[in-house]
């Protein structure tokens, strides 16, 4: 509930402006009962971002290997938008944020990222390989594109719009992602 509860703050503030009182409140708990468990609002967030990485790990290892690396990777991507619509994915550490030099520093996060980016990184070349994706695009601006789809604004302001369904929302994202805004023929 904890873990929960820090990937909804998460998600709906930022790690910067999510304090562990909140936390605490939502679980209906003590700030001193919080911290029996977790030693710091890092810590929080870390043990949150690892449990992120375990659910992600869970998805991608259970997709159906023979499926095409596109496919899997638009699995992977729909997953995501699906969790931030519910409000469980936390939003992705800038490169200048507190949290990010915690998630660094945690070993647990940085084995599961690692993990989860070898996967999507061998998905995606093989992608380039067969031309599902081009070939000249850098895997890494790929990468970054899908890890950012899961803490996509767009998807927001859509929701908000209420002028759409959430499988729409995750159709729309999914193909913005993958083929772009190009007029399809």
């Known amino acids: 509930m904890i873990l929960q509860a820090v990937n909804s703050l998460l998600s709906e503030k930022g790690y910067d402006l999510m304090t562990v009182d909140e936390v605490a409140a939502m679980v209906g ?3 001193a009962s919080l911290y ?4 710091s609002k890092e810590r929080l967030a870390a043990a949150a971002m690892v449990r992120l990485l375990d659910r992600t790990l869970e998805i ?14 638009k699995s992977v991507v729909g997953w995501a938008v699906r969790e ?4 469980q994915m936390p939003a992705l550490p800038s490169t200048r944020s507190a949290l990010r030099e ?8 940085v084995d599961r990222l ?24 850098p895997g890494e601006a ?6 950012a789809r899961a803490c996509d604004p767009v998807t927001d302001f859509l929701k908000f719009s209420g002028a759409y369904s959430d499988d ?8 913005t992602c993958f083929s772009g805004l190009a007029a399809r023929s």
């Open 36 to 39: 029996k468990h977790f030693e």
């Open 168 to 175: 729409e929302i995750v159709e729309l994202i999914t193909t």
């Open 60 to 73: 991608v290892e259970a997709l159906p290997p023979s499926a095409e690396p596109m496919e899997k990777l």
């Open 29 to 31: 708990i003590a700030k």
């Open 84 to 87: 931030h619509l519910r409000v």
């Open 114 to 137: 690692l993990r989860v980016t070898e996967h999507l990184g061998g998905w995606i070349e093989a992608a380039q390989q067969c031309g599902a994706i081009d070939p000249k695009m």
């Open 142 to 147: 790929v990468l970054y594109t899908v890890f």
């Open 102 to 109: 915690a998630l660094v520093a945690h070993k647990p996060y």
